[in-house]
Structures are given as structure tokens and as C-alpha cells.
């Protein structure tokens, strides 16, 4: 009886974390961003994970080789990483800046100097949300849990208790320093994507993962 209600408790926990899923962090043009002015609201991303962007006609077979900077944690007050301690914004930094240029050097030579058929690009960690200890977990196995997050699984929405990370891609013509692309969006892992619901920072750098994949798919 008591694990009955036990359970019950716990199905009401996880309903009550998926109502307040609707209102999850959500992306800003971030103002310290040099191309913010320049973004607008991407109505054609029904996803919600990239609502924010600027584009023009390029041809990004035209370049060969890339400079990526080191990645930049924001410092504007309208930053999203909530209480997140420095360190782990320093550990999101660092994985995200060894996870981006694994992926780059795919498709790129990575370089440092300026120089024709060079691409520069700029990312900026913006915000990020940790996972919810213990709870995410089981979360994915409680009766109620299982049905919001299968709910969510079907639409690639955010699991529950689940964490993220916000960031800024700004992609320029290294040579002649012209914007090119540049977007703001939220990554996070799939919703039944359980090893990314162990440890705090575990979705958010598989949110990092996917972000990377989608920025070279974008670049192919």
C-alpha cells in the first residue's frame, strides 16, 4: 500500500515537472551577440530549436577551410544558465568547442589565418539547464512520466526533468568578414535518450552533439 502510494506521488511529481516542461527556457536574440540585430524569427523552424535566424544565398561548397574561435560563455544580463556554477559552464565550453571542431574537420582544413575560401565562426554559449538528479531517470519509467515523454518522443519535444543548452552560431566570410549565417537555438537530447539523463550535465552535451551534426548538415 505505502509503495502504491508511493508511486502514485511520484506520477503527481512528474505530471506537475511535464505541465511546467511547457514553460521551459526558451531562447532570446541575445543582445551581446554582434549579429543580433541582424536575426529575426525563423517561422519556417517548427521545432522551436532554432527560433532565431539570419541567412543569405551562399554557396558553402565555394569554401574549403575554416577558423573556428574559441567558444565564448555570455556574459550579457540576459544570459540563460539560471545558477549553473562557472565550472560547468567551463565544461560545456571546452566539450563544446572539442566537439565542434571534430566535426568540422570533416568536411574542413581547420586554419588560422584569414585567407580565400575560409570560412570564420564564432560560437557562443548562451544558456544551459542540468539535468534533475535521480528524478529524470526514472522519470522515463514512471507511468506518468512514460506518457508525457512518450508524447514528447513523437513530437522531438524536451523530456521531463531533462537538461539543454542554448547557444549562438554566427558563420562569416573570414576574408572579407561578411555575415553570412547566423542563429540562435536550444539543443537537447531525445526524449527517451536515457544515458543523457545520468549525470548533470549529460543532456547538454548531447544537446551539443546534435547541435554540431545540424551545423555541418547545414554547411554539406
Request: aromatic share 8%.
Amino acid at each position: 500500500m505505502n509503495r502504491a502510494i508511493a508511486l502514485r506521488g511520484l506520477g503527481t511529481l512528474l505530471l506537475g515537472a511535464a505541465v511546467a516542461g511547457c514553460a521551459t527556457v526558451a531562447p532570446v536574440p541575445y543582445s551581446g551577440m554582434a549579429s543580433s540585430a541582424y536575426m529575426a524569427p525563423d517561422k519556417s523552424d517548427a521545432s522551436g530549436r532554432v527560433p532565431y535566424r539570419y541567412s543569405t544565398p551562399v554557396d558553402w561548397r565555394a569554401y574549403n577551410k575554416v577558423i573556428l574561435e574559441p567558444v565564448v560563455v555570455y556574459r550579457g544580463r540576459d544570459h540563460q544558465f539560471g545558477d549553473m556554477s562557472d565550472r560547468d559552464k567551463a565544461t560545456l565550453a571546452a566539450y563544446m568547442q572539442t566537439r565542434f571542431a571534430e566535426g568540422l574537420r570533416g568536411r574542413f582544413a581547420l586554419v588560422r589565418e584569414r585567407g580565400p575560401a575560409t570560412l570564420r565562426i564564432r560560437l557562443t554559449l548562451t544558456g544551459a539547464v542540468a539535468n534533475t538528479p535521480v528524478l529524470g531517470t526514472l522519470s522515463r519509467f514512471d507511468v506518468a512520466g512514460a506518457v508525457y515523454n512518450g508524447v514528447q518522443a513523437a513530437r522531438d519535444g524536451e523530456g521531463t526533468m531533462t537538461g539543454s543548452v542554448i547557444y549562438g552560431v554566427e558563420i562569416l566570410d573570414a576574408a572579407t568578414a561578411r555575415l553570412l549565417s547566423a542563429y540562435v537555438t536550444k539543443q537537447y537530447p531525445a526524449a527517451y535518450d536515457i544515458k543523457a539523463t545520468a549525470g548533470a550535465l549529460a543532456a547538454a552535451t548531447a544537446g551539443l552533439d546534435k547541435g554540431a551534426d545540424a551545423l555541418m548538415a547545414q554547411l554539406n
